[in-house]
């Protein structure tokens, strides 16, 4: 198993361009999460889906975008990109069911201009 | 919504010497609490987790945690620190909530850099 993987591993983007950082798992978990890790802030929910075709916001959502077609994957799209947006992004999964804890692929490291 | 707090963000200690890293949830239901490690440039890996049952959790690495109730707390210890365990550490809470889909979130602490000293 890959476990959770996250493509690119570093990008650099000027304001206003659009991307989307790409999260796949082969574990066949329900549950994907997108985390935002900035200095001394913790990891920040952005977006999550208990399973396909369901999403919700989390605690940052602004900015961002998610959708879900499949169990594997969960693409994470920047609209717009700001400053502000740049942080080390996190792609989780979790089994669900009853299995609370998470498994966090290698993070996106992103730097807008 | 539940909230995790880590007392410190910075902690040094000496090679062999007892590690304590603080952690204290608040919680208006039984919480499952969680810590994880972050070596430089990587992402989160799972040291321990407690969810229900015994409350002293054993992890990976020689470290374990205890559920405190009383004292709202999650502290994580292990007796004698190696060098390779420099790293941030992360508590984390599960903001579950039954019926929810939010259920699976986690709410994460600021973090703690751990530093091994010769």
């Not at chain 1, 989390?58 to 994470?76: A, I, K, Q, W």
């Not at chain 2, 004698?80 to 986690?106: Q, T």
Request: with cysteine; hydrophobic share 35%.
């Amino acid at each position: 198993n890959a476990g959770v993987t996250q493509t690119p591993k570093f990008q650099v983007l000027k304001t206003g361009q659009s991307m989307t950082l790409q999260c796949a798992q082969d574990m066949n978990h329900e549950y994907m999460s997108w985390y935002r890790q900035d200095p001394g802030m913790g990891l920040r929910l952005i977006h999550y889906s208990v399973g396909a075709g369901i999403t919700d916001q989390g605690e940052v959502p602004n900015g961002y975008n998610v959708s879900r077609s499949t169990t594997e994957d969960f693409p994470l799209r920047l609209l717009s990109a700001a400053p502000s947006q740049t942080s080390v992004y996190f792609c989780a999964s979790s089994p669900g069911q009853g299995a609370w804890e998470q498994y966090f692929g290698p993070g996106t490291r992103l730097t807008v201009t | 919504a539940q909230s995790v707090t880590q007392l410190g963000s910075h902690v040094s200690v000496s090679e062999g010497a007892l590690v304590l890293l603080r952690c204290n949830y608040s919680s208006s239901v039984p919480p499952y609490l969680f810590w994880y490690v972050q070596y430089p440039n990587q992402g989160l890996q799972l040291l321990l987790k407690y969810t229900t049952g015994a409350t002293l959790v054993k992890g990976i690495n020689g470290f374990e945690a205890e559920f405190k109730k009383s004292e709202t707390s999650f502290h994580l210890t292990k007796p004698s620190a190696h060098m390779s365990d420099a790293a941030e550490y992360f508590c984390a809470v599960s903001d579950r909530k039954v019926g929810s889909n939010s259920g699976y979130a986690l709410n994460f602490g600021k973090g703690t850099s751990l530093l091994v000293t010769p």
